[in-house]
């Protein structure tokens, strides 16, 4: 059975930094990709940042571009999502989730972690 989970999550105030991680489990494959999303209140749920098996990046949302980093420990299936210069824009439930059947970041993903909220806040 695959397991997402993400943590990490907290209040931080607007210029912080603040790291989420997802540790991923149940399957066996080496190439695969995972990703980071959010969804704020009220909002759709949108891509974060995304990652293969070879390090390929994919930037979703261009807002967080110079401000947020993606990387993972394939030996640990771990996966962390680095947030520098937080914004109160940033606030939101961010879910971590993989792609076990494509090593791609444009084919969707299988399965969901439950999510960690981030809130930024003075």
């Known amino acids: 059975q695959v397991q997402v989970v993400e943590s990490g999550g907290g209040l931080v105030q607007p210029g912080g930094s603040l790291r989420l991680s997802c540790a991923a489990s149940?399957?066996?494959?080496?190439?695969?990709?995972i990703g980071w999303f959010r969804q704020a209140p009220g909002t759709e749920r949108e891509g974060v940042l995304c990652?293969?098996?070879?390090?390929?990046?994919?930037y979703y949302a261009d807002s967080v571009k110079g401000r947020f980093s993606i990387s993972r420990d394939n030996a640990k299936n771990t996966v962390s999502l680095q947030m520098n210069s937080l914004k109160s824009e940033d606030t939101a439930v961010y879910y971590c989730a993989v792609n076990v059947k494509y090593d791609s970041c444009w084919y969707g993903m299988d399965y969901w972690g439950k999510g960690t909220l981030v809130t930024v806040s003075s």
């Open positions: 990652i293969t098996s070879s390090d390929d990046i994919t």
């Open positions: 149940g399957f066996t494959s080496d190439y695969y990709a």
